[in-house]
């Protein structure tokens, strides 16, 4: 893991279609049932799943008195779910419908005494065909799971990083799997005009909670690129914010996805991966915030400050 190569892995988009596809609707079924139990946060905070060490976790979500865990390891490949009262119990990740794993998961927490309430389809795909019913993704390749984990490490490590130097109101860097992105949200402290919405088989009024605040958005997804996308926008964009000059070299505003983009295989090809994505998060949140007018000096901080 010492190598530039070897940290930020090379993985095209293109050749883990179907594998991307399945391992979506399995991070739904997860992040669906910690929504089912976790209070609402702002945003949407609390439906998130969060990178760890292996893969991917909702983190302790409240149960009862107590609280259980879910975890994707992407390393180990198996599913695991664990309980504060002790239990324990999991199965291993390959090749299997949608409509087998979200049947085991459901046997995996009744035995654990855990319910799943949850609404059994999936958001912001079309068509959305019920967790129950898909036979239609089937595909785990372990290989590509394992690397698309290791990207998503890598990311969120950097955004982290960016993360840090901002005191005002920030989320966490975490993964929404609706649209199966890593994300991290800067906010001005000003109220937004109400999201139009317009997401694929999800209602409206998510998007308008989602987005009720002035905010600065970045992160990373597959899609975008060969090898994915690191990402950037402003809601609302202030005026010239799609002509604003950012960096690296190979950063571009996209018309079609009404961002700025930071193909992946640019930034893991740069001679310093994590210089060239931290200069597109800082040029494009400038961008953001220059010309949408924020209180910067009293929004940000050196994270160094007590160095």
Request: with cysteine.
């Amino acid at each position: 893991m010492s190598s530039t190569t070897t940290s930020w892995p090379s993985l095209r988009v293109a050749d883990w279609t179907a594998t991307r596809e399945t391992l979506h609707m399995w991070t739904q079924i997860v992040g669906k049932i910690r929504m089912a139990h976790a209070p609402l946060l702002n945003h949407w905070w609390q439906v998130t799943l969060y990178v760890g060490p292996r893969g991917l976790t909702t983190s302790a979500v409240p149960f009862g008195t107590g609280a259980f865990e879910i975890e994707l390891d992407l390393l180990g490949h198996r599913l695991e779910v664990r309980s504060s009262d002790g239990g324990a119990l999991g199965f291993g990740l390959a090749p299997m419908p949608v409509a087998e794993f979200y049947g085991t998961v459901l046997d995996v927490l009744d035995r654990l005494g855990v319910s799943a309430p949850i609404r059994p389809h999936p958001n912001e795909v079309d068509p959305a065909i019920p967790f129950a019913e898909d036979h239609t993704h089937a595909s785990y390749d372990a290989e590509a799971a394992t690397l698309f984990w290791r990207q998503l490490l890598q990311a969120n490590r950097v955004i982290g990083e960016f993360r840090s130097h901002f005191v005002g109101k920030v989320s966490p860097v975490h993964f929404f799997w609706g649209g199966m992105d890593l994300a991290c949200t800067r906010f001005s402290g000003r109220t937004a005009p109400p999201h139009p919405g317009g997401v694929p088989n999800c209602g409206d009024w998510v998007m308008v909670e989602g987005y009720s605040r002035e905010l600065s958005s970045c992160g990373f997804w597959p899609g975008g690129g060969e090898e994915g996308a690191f990402y950037s926008y402003a809601y609302p964009a202030p005026d010239g914010f799609a002509e604003a000059p950012v960096g690296p070299d190979g950063a571009f505003y996209s018309a079609d996805f009404q961002q700025f983009l930071l193909p992946y295989e640019i930034a893991r090809a740069a001679p310093d991966p994590d210089r060239a994505v931290a200069e597109f998060l800082r040029t494009t949140y400038g961008a953001a915030a220059d010309l949408g007018r924020w209180d910067r000096s009293a929004l940000e901080d050196d994270p160094l400050r007590w160095a």
